[in-house]
């Protein structure tokens, strides 16, 4: 297989409860044909969610094996229950020049940015998706009826707590219509696929750039002042 012209990007997306950033990172895989990374949690499937699909259910068991076998790339305990993030899900990926989408809490994506891997450093790229108003994440929240009152009321606590972060992240959107967030989230996957730093083979693009002659007799007087 030959080598990709860049490294692919690790897109992080963050963002309250019922914020919106699950369907993004979903639409995004599909349309951009990015890979999404599953990850393994403690807490309990909803209804209709699928094991492998939308999350790898483990018990807290599996978990902590997996944890201390060195499975993670980060974890951390999120409204009471734990979620991780599989090496196997993202660096591969990374290497093969292919974008990887994880939807992550804001301790997650702490973790990540201070990773010791410049490899993963340089890959990563992180948005936080903002809900329009609390009115809204609570009509979203309802609406979905997948939690009890009382976690209800855990989700939406952390909400307030998780909003200060945002400026911790490069890009920030709040969240309109599906269409309008998927819209402006691939924005900023054309960007970043551009950026110089994640390019791995300028050589081989400058090896078809002729080399500039700068014999006298090519170069004006004028512009001879320059060199
Ligand atoms: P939910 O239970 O609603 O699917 O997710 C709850 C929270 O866990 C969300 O804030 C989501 O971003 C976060 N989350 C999902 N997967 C991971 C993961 O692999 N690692 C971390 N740290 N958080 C995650």
Known sequence: MSRPDRIGILCMVSGPTASGKTTVCRKARDVENCAYSISCTTRAPREGEVNGVDYHFLTKEDFMHRAIHGDFLEWAQVH???????????????????DVVM??????AQLIRGCD????????VDVFILPPSMEEIKNRLSGRGTETDDQMRLRLYNALDEMKHWREYRYALVSDTPERDLERFRSILHCERMRSSRMRTPEGLLGDIPALDLSDDLVSSDQSELF
Not at 80 to 98: I, P, W
């Open 80 to 98: 009471g229950n734990c979620y991780g993030t599989l090496k196997s899900e993202v660096v591969a990926h990374l290497e093969a020049g292919r």
């Open 117 to 124: 891997d410049p490899f993963i450093r340089n890959a990563i």
């Open 103 to 108: 939807d992550i809490d804001i301790q997650g």
